[in-house]
């Protein structure tokens, strides 16, 4: 069964600040996403990952993708309050439907 | 192009009683999944429709069911409300049914459950 960690669960940083969040998936994977939610809301799409090593920048996000480590990783660069939010990373399992399996996801609070 | 449309928007419903909730694909998406979000379980998957038939079904009782039309636009029924449905459902859609097509999302219906 397709597990995915996220890590941490909730995040409380100050502008202008870097962090990291980190989403583990326990079995091998076609493709890993990364959504912002804001609340009461749906789900944005920011990056789709599909291979080793690959590495997709917006704005102050950047995602990476280790698929030997099934390690992807969203990283904020010098954060500001709009970037507020809980963001999901979900992962597509190899060879089968395209059924997304979902992080917990991380709240992130930026704070003046 | 139109995005992903779900009605309705906002539900109040009844232990015991019936909800049926409808999601519109993109123009041109063959393909639906349904999920449900809580804030104690998180985004799981319902199922998924392509060209009217269900591919995949999640872990979720049978109270839970849904179908597809002929022109993609899907419905999800949810009988004998529990309060524990209480949830936003999200559906998404895609070109096709396989992993290579990325999912888009609708607002969601937030059902909640007295």
């Known amino acids: 069964e397709l597990k995915v960690e996220q890590n941490p669960l909730f995040l409380s940083m100050q502008e202008g600040k870097n962090y990291t969040i980190y989403c583990n998936y326990s079995?091998?994977?076609?493709?890993l996403y990364w959504y912002r939610q804001d609340p009461g809301k749906s789900l944005e799409s920011l990056f789709v990952?599909?291979?080793?090593?690959a590495v997709k920048q917006e704005g102050r996000l950047m995602a990476s993708l280790d698929t030997k480590a099934r390690l992807s990783t969203l990283h904020i660069t010098a954060a500001v309050h709009d970037l507020s939010a809980t963001y999901f990373c979900?992962?597509?399992?190899?060879?089968?439907?395209?059924?997304?399996?979902f992080g917990k996801g991380t709240k992130l609070t930026v704070n003046p | 192009k139109a995005g992903v449309t779900q009605t309705p928007r906002y539900l109040i419903k009844t232990r015991g009683q019936q909800v049926t909730l409808s999601c519109s694909p993109i123009?041109?998406?063959?393909?639906v999944s349904w999920y449900q979000q809580t804030p104690g379980q998180g985004l799981q998957f319902l199922f998924e429709?392509?060209?009217?038939?269900?591919?995949n079904k999640g872990n979720f009782p049978g109270r839970f069911s849904g179908r597809q039309f002929s022109n993609s636009r899907s419905e999800m029924n949810v009988s004998t409300l529990e309060l524990g449905d209480s949830a936003l459902y999200l559906c998404?859609?895609?070109?096709?049914?396989?992993?290579?097509?990325?999912?888009?999302f609708g607002p969601g219906t937030r059902l909640t459950v007295t």
């Open positions: 998404a859609s895609s070109l096709a049914a396989g992993s290579g097509y990325e999912q888009y």
């Open positions: 079995t091998t994977s076609d493709r």
């Open positions: 990952l599909l291979s080793n090593g």
């Open positions: 979900a992962v597509v399992r190899q060879g089968g439907s395209e059924k997304l399996v």
């Open positions: 123009s041109g998406h063959r393909s």
């Open positions: 429709y392509f060209s009217e038939t269900q591919r």
